[in-house]
């Protein structure tokens, strides 16, 4: 009997595990999916934080770590996902302080996002934010305080919830993200900087904006503004930070509706501002900061949301902040530290340029020839930079349009873009009118694409007539196996 009830456990246990490692070939597409594999990917190489960012989209809307980085000389994450409440931005933490160690935790308070979800709008949200993260005691625990009890399978286990389930195993590690981004979406980290801007009109003047610290300060004080749930999510961050060692600092990122009204975001302001005194924790709202941003219209991709220029504009104030206001040992001398810096186009080249080419010596026609090529991430933009023969000049490279087709395998089909998607062909198409730039005495052609592919079968070069297209000019260049560094 005592044989036959192991035997029963033991097959239990096997289907369990079974499930649980099947399950995340499961997983549904979104954004967050590649925030938790750049995290894991820093783990793997054996890299710990300095500072961990929470939130909701006005998190990975608003703090770019490359920025803050640069300023701080530490290494930043952004832990934000859309519509994330506080109780699920605790869980993160949990998961994330399993494997890193932050000496300063930025926390975004987002006012409608302190409360419990309730509506299922929002309880939809959060699943994301459990999906990716591995199965745990902690997972199981958190899905049973902020869940209805019949969604509880579909989070912890989504293989049980997914109609689409298509059964396409591949056992080895994948490192490329499965998310396709939009073009517009410039990612780092957790962080996303659009490269759109709002049609929004701010109702009233600038010096009503400008005037909302005034507004604020005269604000009544409610003391009882937040529910005790709120006020316990709160402390309960604010403790595991710091029994994880790590200062909080509670942000708040700008967004149009703090000036709609001024009198229940005094309320609020105040409120949160008890709290941080009261915990030892800083508290620096962007929504006071306008002037000193020169923030404008054309810093919003819509009226909640900062585009790439705002959060450059709002990462660069928090960096400097940090720098004042916390002692951070810096990373500046590590050599690991500094291959993950962006180096701007000229450093690369002048730097970098020849231990990543592929050297070509491709005469493409009769006046113009290609002495080697790479694509790389430059600057968080992907760049194809060629070389080009000494005797090339403006005249000739003028004449001509350069077609360049980037392929992609069936596995990143989804990945590009609609137009090629709409044709049904296996690549995009980047022609432009090549242009030579001068560094250090040689001559480069450089195109930036926008692109979540990393890994392309081949890639295609040619050229045709720049008035338009009348046929192939000389000749086809094709490249194998292209990888972006």
Avoid at 44 to 66: F, Q, T
Avoid at 337 to 351: G, R, V
């Amino acid at each position: 009997m005592r044989i036959f009830n192991t035997k029963i456990v033991l097959f239990f246990f096997i289907i369990a595990v079974t499930i649980i490692y099947l399950n995340k070939f499961s997983l549904p597409n979104n954004s967050y999916h590649n925030t938790v594999s750049d995290f894991n990917e820093i783990i793997d190489d054996n890299k710990d934080l300095d500072v961990a960012i929470y939130g909701s989209s006005h998190a990975y809307c608003s703090y770019n770590p490359r920025v803050i980085d640069s300023i701080t000389q530490t290494r930043s994450f952004n832990f934000g996902n859309g519509g994330q409440h506080l109780i699920v931005s605790s869980y993160v933490f949990d998961e994330t302080f399993k494997k890193t160690h932050p000496k300063l935790v930025v926390l975004d308070v987002f006012s409608p996002f302190l409360s419990r979800p309730k509506r299922e709008m929002y309880l939809s949200l959060q699943k994301y934010s459990y999906y990716y993260y591995d199965f745990s005691i902690n997972k199981v625990q958190s899905v049973f305080n902020v869940f209805p009890s019949y969604d509880f399978i579909d989070v912890v286990l989504p293989i049980f919830d997914r109609k689409d389930f298509k059964y396409n195993f591949n056992f080895i590690k994948n490192p490329r993200y499965k998310f396709s981004q939009a073009a517009h979406a410039n990612s780092y980290r957790g962080y996303v900087g659009f490269d759109i801007t709002t049609d929004k009109k701010i109702e009233g003047t600038k010096s009503d904006i400008w005037n909302l610290n005034k507004r604020v300060a005269n604000s009544k004080f409610r003391d009882k503004e937040f529910t005790s749930d709120v006020q316990l999510d709160l402390l309960n961050f604010i403790k595991k930070a710091h029994n994880n060692g790590a200062k909080v600092l509670f942000v708040i990122a700008p967004y149009f509706d703090a000036f709609n009204d001024s009198d229940e975001y005094g309320i609020f302001y105040n409120s949160i501002k008890k709290i941080s005194a009261a915990n030892d924790v800083k508290l620096l709202d962007f929504n006071l900061k306008w002037r000193e941003l020169d923030l404008r219209l054309t810093d919003f991709k819509d009226e909640n949301h900062l585009n790439l220029n705002g959060g450059t504009k709002v990462s660069q104030y928090l960096g400097e902040y940090i720098n004042k206001n916390y002692n951070l040992p810096s990373r500046e001398n590590e050599e690991a530290w500094l291959e993950e810096q962006p180096l701007n186009l000229i450093d690369f080249i002048s730097n970098s340029y020849e231990k990543h080419k592929r050297k070509l010596d491709f005469q493409i026609a009769k006046d113009l020839k290609f002495e080697s090529l790479t694509i790389v991430n430059v600057n968080t933009s992907k760049k194809m930079i060629i070389k080009l023969s000494d005797q090339v000049n403006d005249s000739i490279i003028r004449k001509y349009k350069l077609g360049f087709h980037t392929f992609v395998s069936e596995d990143d089909k989804e990945n590009l873009m609609s137009y090629s998607i709409k044709k049904g062909r296996l690549y995009d198409a980047w022609d432009f009118d090549p242009e030579i730039i001068e560094i250090n005495n040689a001559k480069y052609i450089v195109k930036s694409i926008k692109t979540p592919v990393t890994s392309f079968p081949k890639i295609q070069l040619f050229l045709y007539d720049r008035s338009g297209y009348k046929g192939l000019i000389g000749n086809k260049l094709v490249i194998d196996s292209v990888e972006i560094k």
